[in-house]
């Protein structure tokens, strides 16, 4: 039953009519009792039709309920074309001929009688609205058809439709199969289950329908095609030919859906003859779907076909959502959308005087009225602002942190490390002994317990218990979590802005001076939120709002009544900003006109400002101080922070930069006992009353660091004590003896001699049938010579270059006896292959995704080098070298015969024959072309994310080191943003264990181990880092040495902006000590540093570990010049040219590229004369066939020898 029928039924039950007659009770003693004659029927009218929900058990009533929620409205089920019957721009009539009629046309005249359309403003405007509604519509259509199944399938019509689904290797084959079934499973549960009929079939070399009939669509037919759908396997080719002759076999279909991965084994023209005859006299429209696939012939099949039988073709891919802009119903929505688009940019050519041949003229019409509202008016205005209050009544007295902590602080629960060790805890006694004349001191409390500095700063011995530490850590945890409840509280609501409003009696001072103008509307709802959420439990409260001058909202306090609170927000909303800021004349006006006969009892001024007030920060102050001093008034600060000023009339002042006027502030709160809290926009930027809590929260964590310190110092402690005199080890010692004894170690062999390898080379020859080499009969020539000595294996053992040395060529012959005598022939069968001097152009093959490795590591696999494309290597040749010889008879050296063939080049000072074709060298400059543009990618990829800022993080587990010395104050905002960025997008990303560490003049660790990088890992570093601030000297050394503890660490990163307080000499050989016998990597990373020396430390100190050197510098010059090569093409070497990247993996990069940029310029200016020559030879080849061609001039001719450096 719906909502209004319920309300319908009990108005009608508390209808006094229905029961006028009343009956009296002898028992009742005169209690009247209403009841309806048994005589009258009543009729209820204005009920809603029963649809179907009347029913008697309520499973039932929850399944129809579930069914009639998910009933589609018209517009779902219609397609584009259907639907942009009713909101085509021509039926809304909102094309150019329905605007124009709107118009007039007038005739001025002048120097020639002229045209002119003449329109008012408010119907421009309003055809211009509603056109910007239209488009919202289309656009908001179009992002309807782009979700679910309607985005990979399309809007599937009809109620019994036949389903074909291409199941052919292509489209099923592996890696396609489990994302192609699950698309299918959305379309069953999200289109097809509303179907009435279903008759699926899978499209392969033999189709394979589901059933052999159509099916009614219930629970187990929906079940079954979700089993069968995930049972799909792929079946050979795609024979659709045969599947629609069996899909239109099935008279029952009023729509058919054929999906297609993979093109068909027909032919286009064969499927569109055969539907084209079939759809003769009959009605069934065909939906086509290319389900990602990239073949434009089968695009082309599916169009055809879906234009053949009046249906529609849809397009989808995972890798480029432009395809399904080629869908017909997207495309429709698409096309209208342009439509609407080219009206507006015409309608704004008509604002500027012209639209074809016609002036336009638009008169305005702005009333007085409107031309008299302030800028403030047309300011956007937050949800329900005009709205009444909501007022809310707070369930608890809400305190200040101060007074929170006093009642729930780690002392206040007796959590503190000093109230929970003191039983435990025994001071050192010291005696005077009169025999040695001196104090002693006892030393058994130093062997028998732990010794631990105390809060006072004495030391005192500990008896250390680990299983009450372990609970006094999880009380701790605990009551970090209550904390951190604490701190979410106080960032919710209006506390956000005002914080915790404590006083029972409220006044507030509201800044609106001419500075605010452009932010009124924030100031206004964050009063609203301050009304509906924290006024309610006052005694009274008054608002007072102050530019140049003081307006009250009331002159005295009332109380927080809901038709005072709902006033106080009608008086707000009329606020305008104008004038300076008097804060002087408002705190006057608050503490002496309002409080001038009344007793200052729990007062709280809360003060919302934007800046310092037009007179000086300390005679406010001291009046303030003056004010607050003997008496429970207290004057709290609300500083918002503006990100840009608009001034209008009157300038302020008075004005000073954020950071000053915070400062100035807080002085204020201070003098007045009261809290300073600083926000902005995106948040808050400075609260006490979260400080207070921050601070406690630090305190609990750095009590549970002591304890975890003080149980691995008794672990290590008993680890340590080893007995001399242990029977169990001796006896240990005494079996391992005997154990050596019963099994003596084994001699290892011999090393064999020159001698010894010679005989067994001998051996292993004779037993192949191969003929013994000289070596292998060595003897001594005579009794003086001596054996040499023995060699190890390796010198004896042949290279692999000496072994192709020395392996023979094996000929095949075949013999057979001739004619005369017992003569004997030989044929050879098998001749050897003859070696190419020649040198091919490779195919270079290159990886698609990137791989996390180094720049070095990277280009060993994929160098100019290592794919052979090195155009001096392809040069080298031996038949290529330019030679001359000395020829006697001349005397003179003369070149060889085919250096007038070939055209000459100079490489690297050696001249060199071009034994190329044009055709080469050009597959050659593709081939380059496909290598730079591969490196470009690699340079992009290193230049984005976090890598930008770290590098590429290689190990699987980390220690990073951040400098937070005073230097990175400006930057460490930043920082932190790409520290985020470096834990979510390398760390949690590639799974790598890693630990947080920052350094200043001491060192903050975040764990004492590295963590998993699980979400929750990730989630606290991310706040860890938050935390960190900017204070103090550099101590790098301090850093390295507190991350070498971590044994499990592979690899260091190390950011900082300088050098270290130590010596930059000494940091080196204190880490080269700390590094030996460990294989760990120390990454240096430069952060906007210019000193060359600090530099040139962080590269020898990443040399000497095997880490890389970093620096973020001139990332943006780089994405701009690999923008430009990727859309200018390589036509010059030198233009652009590439930034001087200093850090070791884009300036090894960077180099790379220059000299494969290099090759390509050689390369085609090589092409460019190979052409030069052929052109010349054609030209000679055509003259000498002339007749005019004679032999002399045919012998004086010669060729020019062309030379490029």
Request: hydrophobic content about 35%.
């Given at each position: 039953m719906s909502r209004h029928s319920i309300a319908r039924m009990a108005q009608i039950l508390t209808n006094e009519q229905l029961f006028a007659t009343e009956m009296s009770d002898p028992d009742s003693a005169g209690v009247a009792v209403r009841s309806k004659p048994l005589w009258k029927d009543d009729t209820i009218s204005n009920l809603e039709p029963d649809t179907g929900l009347l029913v008697t058990h309520v499973n039932q009533t929850q399944d129809l309920l579930r069914l009639q929620s998910q009933n589609m409205s018209a517009s779902d089920?219609?397609?584009?074309?259907?639907?942009?019957?009713?909101?085509?721009?021509?039926?809304?009539?909102?094309?150019?001929?329905?605007?124009?009629?709107?118009?007039?046309?007038?005739?001025?005249?002048?120097?020639?009688?002229?045209?002119?359309?003449?329109?008012?403003?408010?119907?421009?405007?309003?055809?211009?609205?509603?056109?910007?509604?239209?488009?919202?519509?289309?656009?908001?259509?179009?992002?309807?058809?782009?979700?679910?199944?309607?985005?990979?399938?399309?809007?599937?019509?009809?109620?019994?439709?036949?389903?074909?689904?291409?199941?052919?290797?292509?489209?099923?084959?592996?890696?396609?199969?489990?994302?192609?079934?699950?698309?299918?499973?959305?379309?069953?549960?999200?289109?097809?289950?509303?179907?009435?009929?279903?008759?699926?079939?899978?499209?392969?070399?033999?189709?394979?329908?589901?059933?052999?009939?159509?099916?009614?669509?219930?629970?187990?037919?929906?079940?079954?095609?979700?089993?069968?759908?995930?049972?799909?396997?792929?079946?050979?080719?795609?024979?659709?030919?045969?599947?629609?002759?069996?899909?239109?076999?099935?008279?029952?279909?009023?729509?058919?859906?054929?999906?297609?991965?993979?093109?068909?084994?027909?032919?286009?023209?064969?499927?569109?003859?055969?539907?084209?005859?079939?759809?003769?006299?009959?009605?069934?429209?065909?939906?086509?779907?290319?389900?990602?696939?990239?073949?434009?012939?089968?695009?082309?099949?599916?169009?055809?076909?879906?234009?053949?039988?009046?249906?529609?073709?849809?397009?989808?891919?995972?890798?480029?959502?432009?395809?399904?802009?080629?869908?017909?119903?997207?495309?429709?929505?698409?096309?209208?959308?342009?439509?609407?688009?080219?009206?507006?940019?015409?309608?704004?050519?008509?604002?500027?005087?012209?639209?074809?041949?016609?002036?336009?003229?638009?008169?305005?019409?702005?009333?007085?009225?409107?031309?008299?509202?302030?800028?403030?008016?047309?300011?956007?205005?937050?949800?329900?602002?005009?709205?009444?209050?909501?007022?809310?009544?707070?369930?608890?007295?809400?305190?200040?942190?101060?007074?929170?902590?006093?009642?729930?602080?780690?002392?206040?629960?007796?959590?503190?490390?000093?109230?929970?060790l003191a039983p435990n805890a025994f001071s050192l006694v010291e005696e005077f002994v009169p025999i040695l004349r001196k104090t002693v001191c006892s030393t058994l409390h130093e062997k028998a317990m732990m010794q631990f500095e105390w809060h006072d700063g004495t030391v005192k011995n500990i008896h250390v218990d680990p299983p009450s530490l372990y609970n006094y850590q999880k009380l701790l945890g605990q009551t970090v979590k209550m904390y951190e409840k604490r701190v979410e509280w106080l960032t919710s609501g209006s506390r956000q802005i005002w914080g915790t409003v404590c006083e029972r009696r409220v006044i507030i001072l509201v800044d609106i001076s001419v500075t605010n103008s452009m932010y009124i509307i924030h100031i206004q709802h964050s009063l609203r939120l301050l009304l509906e959420q924290q006024m309610t439990n006052k005694e009274c409260f008054n608002i007072i709002a102050y530019g140049s001058e003081t307006k009250p909202w009331n002159t005295e306090m009332v109380p927080p009544t809901p038709e005072n609170l709902q006033d106080a927000w009608k008086w707000v909303q009329s606020l305008q900003c104008e004038g300076s800021r008097n804060l002087m004349g408002a705190l006057k006006h608050a503490l002496e006109v309002e409080l001038l006969d009344e007793q200052i009892d729990c007062l709280g001024i809360y003060l919302f400002t934007s800046g310092v007030p037009d007179q000086d920060g300390a005679l406010v102050s001291s009046y303030v101080a003056e004010r607050c001093g003997g008496c429970d008034l207290r004057l709290h600060v609300c500083l918002f922070s503006l990100d840009e000023f608009d001034l209008q009339g009157s300038i302020p002042a008075r004005f000073a930069t954020a950071s000053d006027t915070a400062t100035s502030l807080r002085d204020l709160a201070l003098s007045g006992m009261g809290r300073f809290h600083w926000f902005k926009e995106t948040g808050i930027i400075e609260s006490d009353d979260i400080n207070i809590i921050m601070a406690e929260m630090e305190k609990a964590v750095n009590y549970s660091q002591k304890c975890a310190m003080l149980v691995e110092s008794l672990k290590q402690r008993s680890d340590n004590k080893q007995p001399d005199d242990d029977p169990e080890s001796e006896a240990s010692q005494r079996a391992q003896i005997k154990r050596e004894k019963r099994n003596p170690l084994k001699l290892s062999?011999?090393?064999?001699?020159?001698?010894?390898?010679?005989?067994?080379?001998?051996?292993?020859?004779?037993?192949?049938?191969?003929?013994?080499?000289?070596?292998?009969?060595?003897?001594?020539?005579?009794?003086?010579?001596?054996?040499?000595?023995?060699?190890?294996?390796?010198?004896?053992?042949?290279?692999?270059?000496?072994?192709?040395?020395?392996?023979?060529?094996?000929?095949?012959?075949?013999?057979?006896?001739?004619?005369?005598?017992?003569?004997?022939?030989?044929?050879?069968?098998?001749?050897?292959?003859?070696?190419?001097?020649?040198?091919?152009?490779?195919?270079?093959?290159?990886?698609?995704?990137?791989?996390?490795?180094?720049?070095?590591?990277?280009?060993?696999?994929?160098?100019?080098?290592?794919?052979?494309?090195?155009?001096?290597?392809?040069?080298?040749?031996?038949?290529?070298?330019?030679?001359k010889k000395l020829v006697p008879a001349v005397q003179k050296k003369v070149s060889a015969k085919y250096c007038t063939i070939f055209p000459s080049v100079e490489v690297n000072g050696v001249v060199k024959h071009l034994q190329f074709q044009p055709t080469e060298l050009e597959e050659y400059v593709d081939q380059t072309e496909r290598v730079i543009r591969r490196y470009i990618q690699r340079m992009q990829w290193l230049l984005s994310g976090s890598r930008r800022l770290f590098g590429t993080v290689l190990e699987k587990s980390v220690c990073i080191l951040l400098d937070s010395s005073g230097s990175m104050d400006p930057y460490l905002s930043d920082v932190k943003k790409e520290m985020t960025s470096l834990i979510w997008e390398q760390l949690h990303k590639n799974g790598v264990s890693f630990n947080l560490l920052s350094f200043s003049d001491s060192v903050q660790v975040w764990k004492d181990r590295l963590m998993d990088a699980t979400e929750e890992a990730c989630h606290d570093a991310v706040q860890w880092v938050s935390m960190v601030k900017a204070h103090g000297s550099t101590c790098t050394l301090e850093a390295l040495q507190a991350a070498f503890q971590f044994v499990d660490a592979q690899g260091f990163y190390l950011l900082t902006d300088g050098k270290p307080d130590t010596s930059c000499n000494f940091v080196l050989k204190e880490t080269e000590k700390m590094i030996q016998g460990k294989q760990i990597a120390v990454h240096a990373i430069s952060f906007n540093c210019s000193d060359s020396t600090a530099n040139e430390f962080l590269k020898k100190l990443a040399s000497q570990t095997g880490g890389r050197y970093h620096r973020c510098h001139g990332e943006l010059d780089g994405h701009l010049v690999a923008h430009r090569m990727l859309t200018e093409g390589f036509t010059d070497e030198d233009d652009p040219v590439l930034p001087a990247f200093e850090g070791d993996d884009l300036r090894r990069l960077a180099l790379e590229i220059g000299k494969a940029r290099h090759f390509l310029t050689q390369a085609r200016t090589f092409r460019a004369l190979l052409l030069d020559k052929q052109m010349k030879s054609d030209k000679l080849d055509a003259f000498s066939t002339s007749p005019v061609y004679s032999e002399k001039s045919k012998s004086n001719h010669l060729v020019s020898k062309g030379t490029i450096s």
């Open positions: 089920s219609q397609t584009s074309e259907e639907w942009l019957r009713n909101h085509s721009l021509d039926s809304m009539k909102l094309s150019i001929t329905h605007l124009l009629s709107q118009g007039r046309v007038v005739m001025v005249k002048g120097d020639c009688m002229r045209k002119e359309m003449e329109f008012s403003a408010d119907t421009i405007n309003a055809f211009e609205s509603r056109l910007y509604e239209i488009l919202e519509l289309y656009h908001w259509r179009i992002r309807w058809l782009m979700e679910g199944s309607r985005k990979m399938f399309g809007l599937v019509k009809g109620t019994r439709v036949g389903l074909a689904i291409d199941a052919s290797d292509a489209n099923c084959g592996a890696g396609r199969s489990h994302g192609f079934q699950r698309s299918l499973m959305y379309l069953l549960d999200e289109q097809l289950c509303y179907k009435k009929q279903l008759y699926l079939m899978s499209i392969g070399t033999d189709d394979s329908p589901l059933w052999r009939t159509v099916r009614d669509v219930n629970i187990r037919t929906l079940h079954e095609a979700r089993q069968w759908v995930q049972q799909l396997q792929p079946s050979g080719g795609c024979n659709m030919l045969h599947a629609i002759k069996k899909m239109l076999a099935m008279k029952e279909l009023n729509s058919l859906v054929i999906i297609l991965g993979s093109c068909p084994d027909q032919t286009s023209d064969v499927l569109f003859d055969y539907i084209e005859q079939c759809m003769i006299g009959r009605n069934l429209p065909v939906h086509t779907v290319a389900y990602n696939c990239s073949n434009p012939m089968t695009h082309t099949v599916l169009k055809k076909l879906a234009e053949a039988s009046r249906g529609r073709f849809h397009c989808y891919s995972s890798e480029s959502q432009d395809l399904t802009y080629s869908s017909c119903d997207v495309h429709l929505l698409w096309s209208e959308s342009q439509r609407a688009v080219d009206l507006l940019n015409k309608i704004k050519g008509m604002r500027q005087g012209m639209m074809g041949d016609a002036l336009i003229r638009i008169m305005q019409e702005i009333s007085t009225e409107v031309a008299k509202l302030p800028p403030a008016h047309f300011l956007p205005r937050p949800p329900n602002h005009d709205r009444p209050l909501s007022i809310e009544m707070p369930n608890f007295l809400p305190k200040t942190s101060v007074d929170w902590i006093k009642s729930n602080g780690l002392k206040a629960k007796r959590l503190s490390l000093y109230q929970v062999s011999p090393k064999p001699t020159a001698l010894t390898l010679a005989r067994m080379q001998a051996r292993e020859d004779s037993l192949e049938d191969s003929p013994p080499s000289k070596a292998l009969t060595w003897r001594p020539s005579s009794a003086k010579v001596s054996i040499p000595p023995a060699q190890p294996m390796k010198s004896w053992s042949l290279s692999e270059n000496e072994v192709k040395q020395k392996k023979k060529i094996k000929v095949s012959q075949s013999v057979f006896y001739t004619e005369e005598g017992n003569s004997v022939g030989l044929v050879f069968k098998k001749y050897p292959k003859a070696k190419s001097v020649r040198k091919s152009i490779p195919f270079a093959v290159l990886p698609k995704e990137e791989e996390i490795s180094s720049t070095k590591q990277w280009l060993k696999k994929f160098s100019i080098k290592r794919l052979k494309l090195d155009l001096h290597r392809l040069l080298s040749g031996p038949d290529c070298t330019h030679q």
